[in-house]
Nanobody, 119 residues
């Protein structure tokens, strides 16, 4: 199993970024996927989750209305569109595979991509 994130970078407050996570080594279309983030000195937190077919999506309260998770099962890729970015969104963003949706368990993680929101 391999998860490779991309799309991070430096952006000004109010700007947008789209993160991508390319998955390989498993049948992507049967797994739910998620994005987490970890800011310096803070614990890793769940940002968004998406069901295997893309019909079910959950978001952290802090990103609702600003971030959108989506997936393309034909491309084995999950995305995180981030709009209206704030300095507090600065973190390393990780893609992960969901092992148990109801228990919030995850079994594989990418290496992370850094997002910095600063003027």
């Amino acid at each position: 199993v391999q998860l490779v994130e991309s799309g991070g970078g430096l952006v000004q407050p109010g700007g947008s970024l789209r993160l991508s996570c390319a998955a390989s080594g498993f049948t992507f279309s049967v797994y739910a996927m998620s994005w987490h983030r970890q800011a310096p000195g803070k614990e890793r937190e769940l940002v968004a989750r998406i069901g295997s077919a893309g019909g079910t999506r959950n978001y952290a309260d802090s990103v609702k209305g600003r971030f959108t998770i989506s997936r393309d099962n034909a491309k084995n890729t999950v995305y995180l569109q981030m709009n209206s970015l704030k300095p507090e969104d600065t973190a390393v963003y990780y893609c992960s595979r969901v092992r148990d949706w109801w228990r919030y368990e995850y079994d594989y993680w990418g290496q992370g991509t850094q997002v910095i929101v600063s003027s």
